[in-house]
């Protein structure tokens, strides 16, 4: 006998001493002092949700049901066949729940072994350990008959346990969460343990049948044999997620996905996988129809839920995937997760990052292959998703390099609503040229009404077109793409070297250098930092462009994050169309009227700024209009 145990006075008269086994039958034992303590920490402070003792007894009883699957076929045919299925009970007026399975059951010794594992594993180290952990512990008993058993002390008064191994004798194990607990002989026709909890007077919504059903379907959905709560067999679903794709058909994929998610609608796409090496795991991820975010529901959350062995973990597990992964769905079962001895929690979070961090690299190669197999699929999941992996792109350094590859945007070459990847466009630049060019805009005809296009599409130089808020944030952190730099076309950096011959002719390089510095004494350098005509321009008279680093696109984010502390006005260099119109009508109004030149110049330096979108308060140019259009005369 253990000496973790020590044997009180018979509970009966009688002392039946078991020859084979050397453990006394009709009994009393009683807990060694820090096995209490144990069994206090188990039922106070391990677990933080009361319901969790069911999904505790439910895998206990399906472990038990599975050892008995397995003995049948090792043993040839020597152990006898039963239905293998759990029954739960609710006796609301009794104030009881109870739950019954055909399994393996147990003999008198692994009665006293398996329900005293407190006791035998309470060694005054093991509870200054617990203590200190705070239940991190790992956890070899999970699966087993030990402080998951313990759990149900949470919400009982009083625990019996009626148990037959094989033709061994019916034994009745029973404790009142004290230092003591009975075993005696007992009636019992059938192999199998039943286990009947009498609730503490808090915790009566466990006699509720209702209640049970939830908490069954929450935990214990994937259970491999029937559950029936009285006459009432609940439904339960395979866990497919273990079985090899080929076995799956889509309709099967479909409907787990409904169930699992609880949506009424089909998935877009999904990724089904397993994996021996750095972690076993096998994972089942989707891609849903709809992404709540776009339509203005709030952060999305993840809903990946991890599950050990079938039996639930966590719906939605903290730090499993890089936050941009917050729109897939599905589940995660790995039997490597060491648990704590709640089973509540992942004790080794570098585990479950490790877990993570397969199945994105995964679910990332997936999307590249996808992208390539199947281009009109992959365009959708990405007109609806696409800013999830640009979020990623821009903060997740890690897989950075791979996320660009799945970026894709519109461009100048191409039609509206046709898309390039970042690497289509590499492939396509000329010989000499060193960046990636981009505009930011509310949409394609915002960016193409502007003036700064006209230089590109003269040189025939490719232009990715930005319309989300994020892009500005994503290029700005990539930086590059296969070391070819990111460069707004509004910038005032670029160098496009020599412009092909314009139509039209320009005014006299005297001319030229005298309208410069009127109009960089006229503005002043708190405007602008420089005048220009290096050929940018085609049609438009003039055109503002950014030397500060700080694009149109992030002056709007900046003032959204602070608008009681206004941005200063941008000093940005001006570029000027010596071939246009207008700036040689504005050369001539110089020489006969000073003055509404000066007006004139202002109104094109705001109308600049505003196709920019660059002036902050475009109403100041009203007054000025006005007052244009009263010199003019008839």
Not at 20 to 45: G, P, R, W
Not at 135 to 158: C, E, H, P, T, W
Not at 324 to 353: A, C, H, T, Y
């Amino acid at each position: 006998m253990s000496d973790e145990l020590r044997l009180n006075a018979p509970r009966t008269g009688a002392e039946i001493f078991n020859t084979q086994t050397n453990l006394h039958t009709n009994m009393d034992y009683k807990f060694k002092a820090e096995v209490k303590q144990v069994l206090d920490i188990v039922v106070n402070s391990l677990y933080t949700d009361k319901e969790i003792f069911v999904r505790e007894l439910i895998s206990n009883a399906s472990d038990a049901s599975e050892k008995l699957r397995y003995a049948k076929l090792s043993s040839g045919g020597k152990v006898a066949d039963g239905e293998l299925k759990i029954k739960l009970a609710c006796d609301e007026k009794a104030g009881t729940f109870s739950i019954e399975d055909f399994g393996i059951g147990m003999t008198e010794e692994e009665l006293v072994s398996n329900l005293g594992t407190i006791a035998h594993s309470g060694s005054k180290a093991f509870v200054e350990a617990l203590k200190e952990s705070k239940g991190n512990l790992a956890d070899g008993l999970i699966g087993q008959f030990g402080v998951g058993f313990y759990s149900v002390f949470m919400v009982a008064d009083k625990v019996d346990v009626y148990t037959k191994s094989g033709d061994g004798k019916g034994l009745h194990w029973s404790c009142a969460g004290d230092e003591n607990f009975t075993i005696e002989e007992c009636e019992k026709s059938e192999r199998g343990t039943k286990i009947v909890a009498t609730l503490k007077k808090d915790f009566l919504e466990f006699a509720k049948p209702q209640r049970i059903r939830e908490i069954v379907e929450k935990y214990s959905a994937y259970i491999d044999f029937p559950i029936f709560l009285g006459d009432e067999e609940l439904k339960t679903h395979q866990a497919i997620w273990l079985k090899a794709k080929s076995d799956i058909t889509e309709e099967q994929y479909d409907d787990f996905y409904k169930f699992q998610t609880h949506a009424y609608d089909k998935p877009l796409d999904h990724l089904h996988f397993k994996a021996d090496a750095p972690v076993e795991l096998n994972a089942l991820v989707y891609i849903p129809n709809d992404n709540p975010e776009r339509l203005g529901f709030g952060k999305t959350k993840s809903e990946v839920a991890l599950y050990c062995r079938k039996v639930l973990i966590d719906p939605s597990p903290k730090n499993l995937f890089p936050e941009w992964m917050r729109f897939v769905k599905g589940v995660i079962d790995s039997s490597d997760i060491p648990l704590n001895i709640s089973r509540e929690s992942m004790q080794d979070s570098g585990l479950v990052k490790k877990l993570g961090r397969v199945v994105t690299k995964r679910f990332i190669k997936h999307l590249g292959e996808l992208a390539k197999k199947d281009a009109e699929k992959y365009n959708l999941i990405f007109k609806k998703f696409g800013v999830f992996l640009k979020e990623g792109a821009a903060v997740d350094f890690e897989n950075r390099a791979e996320l660009a590859k799945l970026l894709r945007f519109e461009s100048s070459l191409y039609a509206d609503g046709t898309k390039v990847s970042l690497e289509d466009y590499v492939s396509r630049m000329k010989a000499d040229q060193k960046d990636i060019f981009y505009a930011c805009g509310a949409d394609r005809k915002t960016i193409e009404s502007a003036p700064y296009i006209e230089a590109f599409t003269a040189r025939g130089l490719e232009v990715l077109y930005l319309y989300e808020p994020v892009d500005t944030f994503l290029v700005g952190n990539l930086g590059a793409f296969e070391e070819k730099p990111f460069a707004s076309i509004d910038s005032g950096d670029i160098s496009l070297g020599d412009a092909p011959k314009a139509e039209g002719e320009a005014i006299a390089e005297d001319d030229l250098k005298s309208l410069k510095d009127w109009i960089k004494t006229t503005l002043g350098d708190s405007k602008i930092t420089e005048v220009a005509s290096e050929g940018r321009l085609v049609d438009s008279p003039v055109a503002a462009l950014c030397t500060d680093g700080i694009t149109p696109q992030m002056r709007i984010m900046l003032k959204a994050m602070n608008p009681d502390n206004p941005l200063p006005a941008p000093a940005v260099k001006l570029e000027i169309n010596p071939r246009s119109d207008v700036v040689k009508n504005l050369v001539a109004l110089r020489k006969s009227d000073e003055s509404l030149a000066k007006l004139v110049l202002e109104q094109l330096y705001d109308n600049a700024l505003l196709a920019a979108g660059l002036l902050d308060n475009p109403r100041t140019m009203a007054n000025r209009l006005n007052e244009i259009l009263s010199k003019v005369k008839a």
